[in-house]
């Protein structure tokens, strides 16, 4: 019995460890879209700063959006006892997901403040649905009760349990309005993504 479960928390701190590393490589490719202004006097550097201000919100969004993301990985991670192939699959959704985020965030650095900004968030915010849902039914798989055995190493009615199942409800119902948002209004869907972010960046009452 110990052999076994020695097998599954490896083969869980190896799903772990790859997805870390793709969260890695996303979030680092985000600083490319920061671009240094040479060969400008003092009064220039400061106006082609200033002018790079989409490039800012862009980064700062995907940034913390990714970041909470990952934080959110490593609590669900935390709570599982092994993986099973289904599993393996949606956290292949959901990183397939999070090595995209660069694309849409280079559109809206290039795009905000543009007649293309439409286009630039409306993508942003379909890859933020699409995310969302992928980490949804990700932690929809693990923590269901006809697991069996079960893929967590806590009680399916612990508290952390229950109040991430509480969370994970935001997501699917908050970006898909985001992303109606985005049609009407680019700048202000750019802003409550970056709010959205900031919102998950606590942990919820419950969850260490």
């Not at 997805?19 to 996303?26: H, L, M, Q, R, Y």
């Not at 192939?85 to 965030?105: A, K, R």
């Not at 190493?153 to 409800?169: G, I, K, N, W």
Request: proline letters at 6%; hydrophobic letters at 50%.
């Amino acid at each position: 019995m110990s052999e076994r479960i020695e097998k599954d928390e490896k083969e869980t701190a190896r799903v772990e460890a790859f997805s870390d590393g793709v969260f890695a490589i996303a979030i680092t490719l985000l600083v490319l879209e920061l671009h240094v202004p040479r060969g400008l006097d003092p009064a220039g550097l400061r106006r082609a700063l200033l002018e790079e201000w989409p490039s800012y919100v862009a980064f700062l969004t995907s940034f913390l959006t990714i970041g909470i993301m990952w934080v959110n990985h490593h609590r669900i991670f935390g709570l599982l006892r092994r993986v099973d192939h289904t599993t393996l699959v949606l956290n292949g959704l959901v990183l397939l997901g999070v090595s995209v985020v660069p694309f849409p965030t280079s559109l809206v650095a290039d795009y905000l403040g543009t007649p293309g900004a439409r286009i630039a968030v409306v993508t942003y915010a379909a890859v933020a649905v699409y995310i969302s849902l992928a980490f949804t039914w990700l932690w929809r798989h693990i923590s269901s009760s006809r697991r069996t055995p079960s893929l967590m190493r806590v009680a399916l009615d612990d508290s952390a349990v229950r109040t991430l199942h509480a969370q994970y409800r935001l997501g699917p119902l908050t970006y898909p309005l985001l992303l109606g948002l985005a049609f009407w209004h680019p700048s202000l869907a750019i802003v409550l993504c970056l709010v959205l972010a900031l919102l998950f960046l606590f942990p919820p009452p419950g969850v260490k």
